[in-house]
Antibody
Framework: QVQLQESGPGPVRPSQTLSLTCTVSGASISSGDSYWSWIRQPPGKDLEWIGYISYSGNTYYTASLRSRVTISRDTSNNQFSLRLSSVSAADTAVYYC?????????????????WGHGTTVIVSP | DIQMTQSPSSLSASVGDRVTITCQASQDISNYLNWYQQKPGKAPKFLIYGASKLQTGVPSRFSGSGSGTHFTFTISSLQPEDFATYYCQQYDIFPLTFGGGTKVEI
């Protein structure tokens, strides 16, 4: 059974860098057809896909965050991480890690079949 | 980015009711649409892909339909455990985007 668990240091001050780690159990992050993603949900707003690191190490970032985001991985510990620099109050959100998968007829990430429970990050002075 | 608009944003229903949620895409996405269920304090659960195909293990009271820009999600006979928020998500064009959610209250 695949499980994902987010972890992070808690509150972040404006202009600092937010860092979160997702620990994966029950599957290897290097296995085929998996796109290890970060998704966030600011209070009262829609879910927003931040990006992924693929099973082969390729990355994709959504354009609105591309200049501030890095997603990396540690295959020896089966973890992947999110770094978001120069944060502001607008980055306050519940952050989820999730496994992205292709679905029938699509050869790249299309859906998120396994999610972590989410971690709340508050950006506050 | 493709905008996904869900309606209603919330609804109240009784056990046994038929519940329908709509999701509208800002442009044609063919049938590249998923549905998720999220219960309070829990991770979202992947229910439907390709607008109408149930994930393994998802009860048959859940169904989806539509193509192009207009989609519907239906619970044929609402059960107490279906109290949750439901989200649509398109995968036609990057970035993958979600609807704003529909909260179903029993």
């Amino acid at each position: 059974q695949v499980q994902l668990q987010e972890s992070g240091p808690g509150p972040v001050r404006p202009s600092q860098t937010l860092s979160l780690t997702c620990t994966v159990s029950g599957a290897s992050i290097s296995s085929g057809d998996s796109y290890w993603s970060w998704i966030r949900q600011p209070p009262g707003k829609d879910l927003e896909w931040i990006g992924y690191i693929s099973y082969s190490g390729n990355t994709y970032y959504t354009a609105s965050l591309r200049s501030r985001v890095t997603i990396s991985r540690d295959t020896s510990n089966n973890q992947f991480s999110l770094r978001l620099s120069s944060v502001s109050a607008a980055d306050t959100a519940v952050y989820y890690c999730a496994r992205g998968i292709p679905v029938f007829g699509v050869v790249i990430i299309a859906a998120f079949d396994i999610w972590g429970h989410g971690t709340t990050v508050i950006v506050s002075p | 980015d493709i905008q996904m608009t869900q309606s209603p944003s919330s609804l109240s229903a009784s056990v046994g009711d038929r519940v329908t949620i709509t999701c509208q895409a800002s442009q044609d996405i063919s049938n590249y649409l998923n549905w998720y269920q999220q219960k309070p304090g829990k991770a979202p659960k992947f229910l439907i892909y390709g607008a109408s195909k149930l994930q393994t293990g998802v009860p048959s009271r859940f169904s989806g339909s539509g193509s192009g820009t207009h989609f519907t999600f239906t619970i044929s006979s609402l059960q107490p455990e279906d109290f949750a928020t439901y989200y649509c998500q398109q995968y036609d064009i990057f970035p993958l985007t979600f609807g704003g959610g529909t909260k179903v209250e029993i």
